[in-house]
């Protein structure tokens, strides 16, 4: 017994000292990750850490996180709901505002039904992992978020992943599949390089295939489309030839969750088969509760999304203007690319005493060589703060330096 106990400890020791070397070779190659604490309510000027910043690192799109009628509408619900939904959907913890709040959501995106997740990760494993298996093969951009690529290995489903936003490559590899079933997924926006996926071509092609087209719209969501129904409503594309549609709450609506939208017999094998979905406790009531009025506001507050716009162009004319290269994107995300992570790192460092809260966005997140400054704007910021960011990246990028892409 006293000999297992020390091989034991051994082991112990071991396994410590091989996670301590993993964290120092991250620390020497810039790629250890720190949280930062934020001391305010999410918003374009931010306390982080004790010190005001203004914030150009947010999913708040739309500005809708502490919008006081969203603010509102949670405070009462938690009021009549109180604050935990207490078990999962299936159990006891579905709320008539969660019904609610997916019947709407379905009527917004042009979908019979909708249904919630607790996150945009969960909603992707649900969706790949409960309903592919061996028999089938799953189809992904290489660009692709985490959680659908992690959600096609699970699913056990042949995973294959063709060239960044290439329907030509795409097609090829569909030509050569002799799977049973083809998942398409892609995402809409992406979240790193900002740019939109040829999202009609890739459904052409998958249609000619006869494959399953799914969409990640966590970042277009509630920012594209006349009224903020996302890239389906953007692009014109129904039900049809997107029969799976993901989409996130805790961005551009400004609150938490996430949901899937499709036929009801998708839908309904959802219910069925999706573990993330079967084996969770569903929101907290007063999250839904809120986003209802987000979904409202895109509505009544439509202005939000022309000024988002505005701001987009103005950013890009403003860096262009300053001898500065972004990455080719129409989108709030507005990547700088530097390229070595410490000099990713330092730059936002230079940028955080000037007052600008951004994130050096670092391999693996991003591939090797191909660091960069993640730079979102929001529909509450104001120029004055835009080209304060701007006047700062031209004095800390001389010219020279500036990459191109």
């Known amino acids: 017994m006293v000999h297992d106990k020390c091989f034991q400890g051994d082991r112990d020791l071991q396994f410590t000292k091989h996670l301590e070397e993993q964290l120092a070779a991250r620390r020497r190659s810039g790629l250890y990750r720190h949280r930062r604490q934020l001391d305010s309510a999410q918003s374009t000027e931010v306390i982080c ?122 097609d090829a590899r569909l030509q050569a599949s002799t799977a049973r079933f083809r998942l398409v997924t892609t995402d809409a926006v992406f979240s790193m390089d900002g740019d939109l996926a040829p999202l009609p071509e890739l459904a052409q092609v998958a249609e000619k295939h006869d494959a399953i087209m799914m969409i990640d719209d966590a970042h277009g969501f509630g920012v594209l489309g006349e009224n903020g129904a996302g890239s389906v409503e953007e692009f014109g594309l129904n039900e049809t030839q997107v029969p799976i549609l993901m989409a996130t709450l805790g961005k551009a609506m400004g609150t938490f969750g996430a949901f899937v939208a499709g036929s009801e017999t998708l839908i309904e094998s959802l219910i069925q088969q999706a573990r993330s979905y079967v084996y969770t406790t569903a929101m907290p009531p007063a999250i839904a509760a809120a986003t209802l009025t987000s979904i409202r506001l895109l509505d009544g507050e439509a202005w939000r999304r022309e000024k988002l716009r505005k701001l987009v162009d103005g950013f890009r004319r403003g860096a262009q203007d300053r001898g500065l290269t972004l990455m080719p994107s129409g989108t709030p995300i507005q990547p700088l690319l530097v390229g070595d992570a410490r000099q990713a790192l330092a730059l936002a460092a230079a940028l955080g005493q000037r007052g600008f809260l951004l994130q050096a966005i670092r391999p693996p997140t991003v591939p090797q060589g191909s660091a960069r400054l993640r730079i979102t704007l929001s529909a509450v910021h104001t120029e004055k703060q835009i080209d304060g960011l701007l006047d700062a990246l031209a004095q800390l990028i001389p010219e020279t330096q500036t990459t191109q892409c």
């Open 49 to 170: 850490d004790g010190k005001p910043y203004v914030n150009f690192s947010s999913n708040d799109y739309l500005g809708l996180a502490n919008h006081p009628d969203v603010v509102a509408a949670f405070q009462a619900a938690v009021d009549r709901y109180g604050v935990g939904s207490g078990a999962a959907h299936l159990i006891c913890g579905h709320m008539r505002v969660h019904h609610q709040l997916e019947e709407e959501l379905a009527e917004l995106v042009g979908r019979q039904r909708a249904l919630l997740f607790s996150t945009g990760y969960m909603a992707n494993l649900g969706v790949i992992a409960g309903l592919l298996d061996r028999h089938d093969e799953v189809l992904q951009d290489k660009l692709n978020h985490a959680s659908l690529l992690d959600a096609g290995q699970l699913s056990r489903a042949r995973l294959s992943r063709y060239q960044h936003a290439d329907p030509v490559a795409l």
